[in-house]
């Protein structure tokens, strides 16, 4: 097979029919083997009618109904579990992204060889405050902290060789740094094409301003995840370290200050009554807190069942 679109959604019941006849239209004009995987993130309006009425209709369809709503991540990860195409598209289902651009990605794929190709919504059909521009400014941070030089990390529309979308675990709200998982796993050839963004055509958008506080956070879990995962002791050691020498720093100040007034006979504050007393005590704690802290995070990482999985590529024997 050589396309499988993967379209979560969750209260789009209006723009589904219309979705799935431009989908067809466009495989059909490029003689593409395909299928449409559907995943119904708990509805609560009539979408899993809809979905269920288009697989009678177009047996390259199939649907996954979740009993509730679980979030994006969770209907990617299991549209990416039964994927059967060399190429594997996701887009939204409000029709925000448009299923022409499919021929193109499916060609950088296989032809221009990139793992992964993410689209640009260059011109975006949304309103500037609430979208435009803390999107920008979300992409510049996230292209700082991962070295992966994308416009729009968090376009819908992207394309995949089948073997990423196999060995990425997307989850919590992790649909937003794919990219990072996937040069994580080891598949470092990412690009990125300029998408035509069409303006929501019904409905309301599904994602609201917690966004901005969930985005941070899983920036973090995911530059910890990628980075530490299998060796926690590597980033609690240098802050325990850091902290270590802080409250080091701070003892030797009080250390070299008591001396040099006992030497010239000056009676002077006790040491417990200077700040720098508590900040080295504290610094000193809390040092020993992220040490044991690594010191766990190794021993559960040593435990685990995985901690010698790795992703292989290819592999001969003789």
Known sequence: MDISVVV???????????????????????????????VDDGSRDKSWQVVENLQKENPNIKGIKFRRNYGKSAALYCGFDIVQGDVVITMDADLQDSPDEIPELFRMIKEDGFDLVSGWKKKRRDPVLTKNIPSKFYNWTVR????????????????????????????????????????????KKIGEKVVTHSERKYGVTKFG????????????????????VKRPMHFFGILGIFMVLIGLAAAVWLGIQKIIQLRHGIIGNLITDSPYFY?????MII????????FLGDLISRSSSDRNKYQIDQQTFD
Not at 30 to 37: D, N
Not at 287 to 294: E, T
């Open 8 to 38: 979560p959604l969750y209260n789009e019941e209006e723009s589904l029919s219309e979705l799935a006849a431009w989908i067809k239209k466009v495989m059909e004009a490029h003689h593409f083997s395909y299928e449409i995987v559907m």
């Open 144 to 187: 700082r902290l991962t070295g992966i030089r994308l416009h729009d990390m968090n376009c819908g529309l992207k394309a995949y060789r089948k073997n990423v979308v196999k060995n990425i675990e997307v989850y919590g709200e992790m649909h937003r740094y794919i990219p990072v998982l996937a040069k994580w796993a080891g598949y």
């Open 209 to 228: 301003l917690e966004r901005f506080i969930r985005g941070p956070l899983d920036l973090l879990s995911v530059m910890f995840i990628s980075r530490f």
């Open 279 to 283: 900040i080295a005590l504290t610094s």
């Open 287 to 294: 040092g020993a807190q992220f040490f044991l802290a690594g």
